[in-house]
C-alpha cells in the first residue's frame, strides 16, 4: 500500500511538471523525479506520508529544484495535488482498515481452521498442524506415499486437519472392513466433491448423490444393468462385439509401436456406450473422439484427490492454478453434448411400451411409471444426466488403465506372458474366439488379471462422509468426519501378501492349480458403495484379455529398455504413458 502511494504521488507532479529535476517538500524531504533524464535518487522512503499536512485544507509546499534556479510552490487542494492528498489521505484511511481486517480475517480463519474435536479421542495426529494450513501442505506430492510414512509414524488410523475439515486416513483391511461394513449406516456418503459442486450437481446420480436419492438410483441402475443381462451370457456378447473391433484396430498398425490407452478406452467405453445409448461409436468419429477427450480429461487433468474435496473458491481465484476451468468446460461439454444431448435422442422415439434398447430408455420408462403411480420418487432427467455420466466416466478409465497395466507388466514378465497364451491354446485353442464360458478352464489368466489389480490398485484411495459418530479401535470417529480409505493399504499388505511389490500371479492360485479370492483382494471396493459395474468390469477384463494374449505378442517398443512401472496418480492410479507394438501370431 505504502508503495502504490508513493508511485502515485511521484507520478502525479512529475506528470505536471516536466522541467522538475528535483522536488523539494516544505517538510525538506527530497525524492527523486523519475523522468528518462537520469536525476539522482533521494530516498524515496521519506516521502510519506509525513510530509503532507492533513488538515482539513491541505496544502503542501515543494522547493522546485531545476537545472539553475530553485523555485517555491505552493500547492492546494485546487491544484493538481488534490487528487495526490486525497489518495494519501484514503491510503491512510484504507492502511487502519485493512489492517483491522486482516487482524479480523486472521481471527476468523483461526477460528474456522480449528478443529472442534480435538482434545476428545480421535485417532492421533501424524505431525503438529500448521497455523491456519493444519496438515494441508502433507497433502501434496504422491499422497499414497505420503499416507504410508503417516502411517508409520501415527498407526493404521490417524487424524488430519485440512484447513479446519476433520479428515481420518483408515489403513489396513480389518479396519476398512470395519468402517465400510460394520458402521455402513454411518458411512455410506461420499463427501461432496468439486466436480459436482462446480456442475451444480450435489446429491445427482450415483457417484455423488446420497441418502435416499442415492438408494433408488442404486437400485434402479443395479436392476436395469441385471436387465441388460450384466454378468450373464447377454452381456458378454456385447463385449464381444466390441473385442472384435478392436481387434482389428489393434492388428491395422502391423506391430508398429503405439500408445495404448487411447485406442483402449475407446473400445471399452463403446461398451459402456452400448449399454447406455444403445449403441457404439466408430473409433475416428469426431463427436464420440470430443465426448472421449473430456471423459479422459476428467482423470488427466484431475485436481490432486485433496483438491476434488476442496471448496469452489478454488475456482473463483484469478487465473486456472489447478486446472479446475478446463476441468469444468470438459465436464460440462461431456454433460451437454453427451448425455443430454444422447437422452434427447432417446426420448424422441421413445414409447413406454416399447422394449427399452438402451440404459436410458428403461430408465425413461421407470421413471415415467414412477410418476404415473404418484409414489414419490427420485427418478427424474437431471439424476439421470449424472447417472450416464457417471457410468460412463467410473466404468471407462477403470477398466481401460487396468488392462494398461496388465499390457505393461507382460513387457517386464514375458514368461507369464507366454504361459497364458500357452494356457488358451491349450483350452480354447487358436481358431475361435474366447469367450466368457471358457474362462473356467483359464485359471491362471484369471490370476494374472487379479494379480494386475492388486498389484496396480488403480483405485487406490475412496472417501466418505461421517454421518453419525462410531467408534473404531477404541478411538472415536466423530459426526462431520470425512475419511480417506487407503484400498492399497490392503492390496499390498505384508501380512496378507508375501512380496507385496512383486508381480506374482501365482499367489491367486492354490497348489493344484485352482483360482483363490482371498478376503483382502479388494480392488471394486467393500460395503454398500462397491462398484456398481463389477460384473461388467470383470466379464471385461477376461475377454478383451483373453483374446489379446490369443492373437497377439506384447512386446515393448525398445527391447533394450523396458517401459518404467511408475505410476501417474490423479484419482486413479495409471501407468506413465509407454508403447507397446502387437505382433499378431498369425503372421
Ligand atoms: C476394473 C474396473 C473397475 C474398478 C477397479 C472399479 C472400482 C470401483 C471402486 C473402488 C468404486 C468405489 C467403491 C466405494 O466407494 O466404495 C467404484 C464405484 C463405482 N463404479 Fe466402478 N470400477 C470398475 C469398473 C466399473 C464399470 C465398468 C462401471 C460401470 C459401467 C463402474 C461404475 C461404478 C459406479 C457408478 C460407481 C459408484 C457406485 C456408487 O457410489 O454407488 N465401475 N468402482
Known amino acids: 500500500m505504502l508503495d502504490t502511494s508513493r508511485q502515485v504521488l511521484m507520478l502525479d507532479i512529475l506528470q505536471t511538471s516536466a522541467d522538475v529535476r528535483y522536488l523539494q517538500t516544505s517538510a525538506d524531504v527530497r525524492y527523486l523525479q523519475t523522468s528518462a533524464d537520469g536525476c539522482q535518487t533521494i530516498k524515496p522512503e521519506l516521502i510519506y506520508p509525513r510530509t503532507f499536512s492533513m488538515g482539513s485544507n491541505p496544502t503542501l509546499t515543494i522547493d522546485i529544484i531545476t537545472e ?7 500547492f492546494d487542494q485546487a491544484t493538481m495535488l488534490t487528487p495526490l492528498l486525497v489518495t494519501v489521505t484514503t491510503t491512510v484511511t484504507s492502511w487502519t482498515l485493512a489492517t483491522g481486517v486482516l487482524v479480523l480475517l486472521v481471527v476468523y480463519a483461526w477460528s474456522k481452521t480449528r478443529l472442534k474435536c480435538e482434545g476428545s479421542n480421535i485417532p492421533p495426529f501424524p505431525a503438529p498442524a500448521k497455523p491456519l494450513l493444519g496438515h494441508t501442505l502433507l497433502m501434496k506430492g504422491n499422497i499414497l506415499d505420503n499416507f504410508s510414512w503417516m502411517r508409520k509414524k501415527a498407526g493404521d488410523l490417524f487424524s488430519l486437519n485440512l484447513l479446519g475439515q476433520h479428515w481420518v486416513v483408515v489403513n489396513g483391511y480389518g479396519n476398512l472392513r470395519e468402517v465400510l461394513v460394520k458402521h455402513a449406516d454411518k458411512t455410506q456418503d461420499r463427501p461432496p466433491d468439486l466436480s459436482s459442486k462446480i456442475l451444480g450437481e450435489d446429491n445427482h446420480g450415483l457417484m455423488s448423490s446420497h441418502g435416499r436419492n442415492w438408494k433408488e438410483q442404486r437400485s434402479i441402475t443395479n436392476s436395469i444393468l441385471r436387465e441388460f443381462g450384466m454378468g450373464k451370457q447377454i452381456m458378454a456378447e456385447k463385449v464381444l462385439f466390441e473385442v472384435r473391433f478392436f481387434m482389428e484396430k489393434l492388428a491395422s498398425f502391423k506391430g508398429q509401436a503405439i500408445e495404448l490407452p487411447h485406442i483402449m478406452s475407446a473400445a471399452v467405453c463403446n461398451v459402456v456406450c452400448s449399454i447406455t445409448v444403445g449403441h457404439r461409436f466408430d473409433y475416428d468419429d469426431e463427436y464420440y473422439k470430443r465426448m472421449m477427450d473430456n471423459a479422459n480429461a476428467f482423470l488427466v487433468k484431475s485436481p490432486s484427490l485433496y ?64 410418476k404415473e403411480s404418484e409414489k414419490e420418487s427420485y427418478l427424474d432427467e437431471p439424476n439421470l444426466i449424472s447417472l450416464i455420466k457417471s457410468l460412463i466416466l467410473a466404468g471407462t478409465e477403470t477398466s481401460s488403465t487396468t488392462i494398461n497395466w496388465c499390457v505393461l507388466l507382460c513387457l517386464h514378465h514375458p514368461e507369464i506372458q507366454e504361459k497364458v497364451f ?53 478411538y472415536l470417529i466423530p459426526k462431520g468426519s470425512r475419511l480417506f480409505l487407503d484400498i492399497n493399504s490392503a492390496l499390498h499388505d505384508e501380512t496378507t501378501w508375501e512380496n507385496p511389490h512383486q508381480f506374482h500371479p501365482e499367489r491367486f492360485l492354490d497348489a493344484s492349480g485352482n483360482l483363490l479370492k482371498p478376503a483382502e483382494f479388494i480392488p471394486f471396493g467393500l460395503g454398500r458403495r462397491v462398484c456398481v459395474g463389477e460384473a461388467l468390469a470383470r466379464t471385461e477384463l477376461d475377454l478383451f484379455l ?42
Open 68 to 74: 539553475h534556479t530553485t523555485r517555491q510552490t505552493e
Open 307 to 370: 483438491v476434488f474435496y476442496a471448496g469452489t473458491i478454488l475456482k473463483r481465484l484469478p487465473g486456472d492454478w489447478f486446472g479446475i476451468k478446463q476441468w469444468e468446460n470438459c465436464l460440462s461439454d461431456l454433460n451437454e453434448n453427451f448425455c443430454k444431448f444422447q437422452i434427447n435422442k432417446v426420448k424422441q422415439d421413445f414409447s413406454s411400451d416399447n422394449v427399452p434398447e438402451s440404459f436410458i430408455a428403461a430408465y425413461l420408462q421407470q421413471m415415467r411409471k414412477k
Open 422 to 474: 500357452d494356457e488358451i491354446k491349450t483350452h480354447v485353442g487358436t481358431t475361435r474366439p474366447p469367450c466368457l464360458s471358457d474362462m473356467p478352464n483359464l485359471p491362471y489368466l484369471s490370476a494374472v488379471i487379479r494379480e494386475t489389480q492388486r498389484f496396480a490398485g488403480i483405485a487406490p484411495v475412496l472417501s466418505r462422509q461421517v454421518t453419525d459418530t462410531f467408534e473404531v479401535q477404541g
Open 546 to 587: 483373453a483374446t489379446m494374449f490369443q492373437r497377439f505378442q506384447f512386446e515393448p517398443e525398445n527391447p533394450t529398455e523396458l517401459p518404467t512401472l511408475d505410476a501417474v496418480l490423479t484419482l486413479g492410479r495409471s501407468p506413465k504413458p509407454y508403447k507397446v507394438r502387437f505382433l499378431d501370431r498369425n503372421m
